[in-house]
């Protein structure tokens, strides 16, 4: 049965944790990326409202672990990255690679990295935890939980890319009441115009509602 596990790792073993000696006060946020082949190329934002993006990116291509950062997206106090990794320096993102567990979430700040990640069966997450403790890589299982086949996106109606867009949204505050990102910086995450993205969230609203709220109402006479 698939599961869910959230594992933390302290903030100075992950490599872009480096960046915290400097910019305390920043904040990672990594794409759903999984590496494949003897690089990758991950996207993530930083939000860091003391700071210019440019500090950020001349910070980030001094770590050694870095072959490039390049900055796509500044939006002020945020910035979306794309940077590829050296092959050497990869440690979690090579125990994702080697045992196929899937990264649904990934944070990270000074006070440490959380790893929220999915896998189809336990035996997975315990490979993985393996991998980790050979690699040297020091993570801690803080929970898990599995999915019941009542609470899988089928169960919604809901496609995989209409998922995304909605969990992407809650996760960013899109749904706050003090919104904290529009659709454009959505959809710039996810690779695809605004009006996809909305279209996205608007077919998700339809499939939620459809298959709970309306679905539990009596029939009207």
Same mark, same amino acid.
């Given at each position: 049965?698939?599961?869910?596990?959230?594992?933390t &790792?302290? !903030?100075?073993?992950?490599?872009l %944790?480096r960046? /915290? #000696?400097? $910019?305390?006060?920043?904040t990672?946020e @990594?794409?759903r990326?999984?590496?494949?082949?003897?690089t990758?190329?991950p996207?993530?934002?930083?939000?860091?409202?003391?700071?210019?993006?440019a500090?950020?990116?001349?910070?980030?291509?001094?770590?050694?672990?870095?072959?490039?950062?390049?900055?796509l997206?500044d939006?002020?106090?945020?910035?979306?990255?794309?940077?590829?990794?050296e092959?050497e320096?990869?440690?979690?993102?090579?125990?994702?690679a080697?045992?196929?567990?899937?990264? &649904?979430? !990934?944070?990270g700040?000074?006070? %440490?990295?959380? /790893? #929220?990640? $999915?896998?189809?069966?336990?035996?997975? @997450?315990?490979?993985?935890?393996?991998?980790?403790?050979?690699?040297?890589?020091?993570?801690?299982?803080?929970?898990?939980?599995?999915?019941?086949e009542?609470?899988?996106?089928?169960?919604?109606?809901?496609?995989?890319e209409?998922?995304?867009?909605?969990?992407?949204?809650?996760?960013?505050?899109y749904?706050?009441?003090?919104?904290?990102?529009?659709?454009?910086?959505?959809?710039?995450?996810?690779?695809i115009?605004r009006?996809?993205f909305?279209?996205?969230?608007?077919r998700g609203?339809?499939?939620l509602?459809?298959?709970?709220v309306?679905?539990?109402?009596?029939?009207?006479d």
């Amino acid at each position: 049965m698939p599961s869910i596990a959230d594992f933390t &790792l302290p !903030a100075t073993e992950f490599p872009l %944790g480096r960046v /915290f #000696e400097d $910019r305390p006060d920043a904040t990672f946020e @990594l794409d759903r990326v999984v590496p494949s082949g003897d690089t990758v190329m991950p996207y993530f934002w930083v939000s860091d409202a003391g700071a210019d993006m440019a500090a950020i990116t001349a910070l980030l291509t001094e770590l050694p672990e870095l072959r490039s950062a390049e900055l796509l997206v500044d939006t002020g106090t945020k910035g979306l990255f794309r940077a590829e990794w050296e092959p050497e320096f990869m440690g979690i993102m090579a125990a994702i690679a080697a045992t196929g567990v899937t990264v &649904l979430t !990934a944070s990270g700040s000074a006070d %440490g990295w959380r /790893f #929220e990640i $999915r896998a189809t069966e336990l035996g997975q @997450l315990s490979t993985f935890q393996r991998h980790c403790a050979d690699s040297g890589v020091n993570v801690t299982l803080v929970r898990i939980s599995q999915l019941t086949e009542a609470g899988s996106d089928a169960a919604y109606d809901l496609t995989p890319e209409q998922r995304e867009a909605l969990l992407l949204a809650f996760e960013r505050g899109y749904y706050d009441d003090k919104r904290g990102v529009d659709q454009t910086e959505l959809a710039a995450e996810l690779g695809i115009s605004r009006q996809a993205f909305a279209s996205r969230l608007r077919r998700g609203y339809r499939a939620l509602i459809g298959s709970t709220v309306a679905a539990d109402s009596p029939p009207s006479d």
